[in-house]
């Protein structure tokens, strides 16, 4: 199964208040990563203390990056029409939804899946469902946590992790049975036509 699984950071945890610092993303064919996607995103604001913090992004690290109009379209690109896949997903999805809303941007056309939710359905028992408590439970290789593409791998890992454990109970991994198995409502993201160039005839 090919998917691409992403993550973002931020400056705070309020979509309409809060920007996009950090873009990152990992396309995946079963449990390989085939190749990564990772931008940082200038957001005009001066990023928070507490912020800062967590992620370890700093203003002078985001001063003359682009602005986060300029990076969809490019993170567009590069998930395509496959399923996206992020760890606490309606965070991010609020997130970029709010930026492709208010740009008329280009975003992801496949069908957005949380493994915080699967993950609860499909290992039932573990003490919590943060995304570092998974990683070291199925003994991942990591790293560094709080930057955008290193999450995005994790959590690419654990989705792996996910399929292949339901392939081996016999259970059926496609997208539309895995929203299913969340109970949450699907996510998809809006799909703007570009408006055409309006050439000035007179």
């Known amino acids: 199964m090919k998917f691409v699984a992403f993550d973002l950071e931020t400056t705070g945890i309020k979509p309409k208040e809060s920007m996009i610092v950090e873009i990152?993303?990992?396309l995946f064919d079963g449990d390989c990563a085939v190749k990564g996607y990772g931008s940082l995103v200038d957001p005009g604001?001066?990023?928070p203390p507490d912020a800062s913090a967590v992620?370890?992004?700093?203003?002078d690290m985001l001063r003359g990056k682009p602005r986060i109009a300029d990076v969809l379209a490019e993170f567009a690109g590069f998930c395509g029409?496959?399923?996206?896949v992020a760890h606490n997903a309606p965070f991010d999805f609020k997130f970029l939804l709010e930026d492709i809303?208010?740009?008329r941007a280009a975003a992801p056309k496949g069908v957005v899946l949380d493994?915080?939710?699967?993950?609860?359905?499909?290992?039932?028992?573990?003490?919590?469902?943060?995304?570092?408590?998974?990683?070291?439970?199925f003994g991942f290789p990591s790293g560094t946590f709080h930057r955008a593409e290193e999450d995005s791998a994790y959590c690419g890992l654990l989705f792996a992790?996910?399929?292949?454990?339901?392939?081996?109970?016999?259970?059926?991994?496609?997208?539309?049975?895995?929203?299913?198995?969340?109970?949450?409502?699907?996510?998809?993201?809006?799909?703007?036509?570009?408006?055409?160039?309006?050439?000035?005839?007179?």
């Open 115 to 137: 493994t915080l939710p699967l993950a609860r359905k499909i290992f039932p028992g573990l003490p919590n469902y943060k995304l570092g408590t998974l990683v070291r439970h």
């Open 24 to 26: 990152g993303a990992v």
């Open 161 to 202: 992790k996910m399929v292949e454990t339901l392939e081996m109970r016999g259970e059926s991994c496609s997208a539309t049975d895995l929203v299913r198995m969340t109970g949450k409502p699907e996510m998809r993201f809006p799909q703007f036509v570009p408006e055409p160039n309006q050439l000035d005839l007179f």
């Open 55 to 59: 992620n370890g992004i700093t203003d």
């Open 101 to 103: 809303n208010l740009h």
């Open 81 to 84: 029409d496959l399923p996206v």
């Open 45 to 47: 604001v001066p990023i």
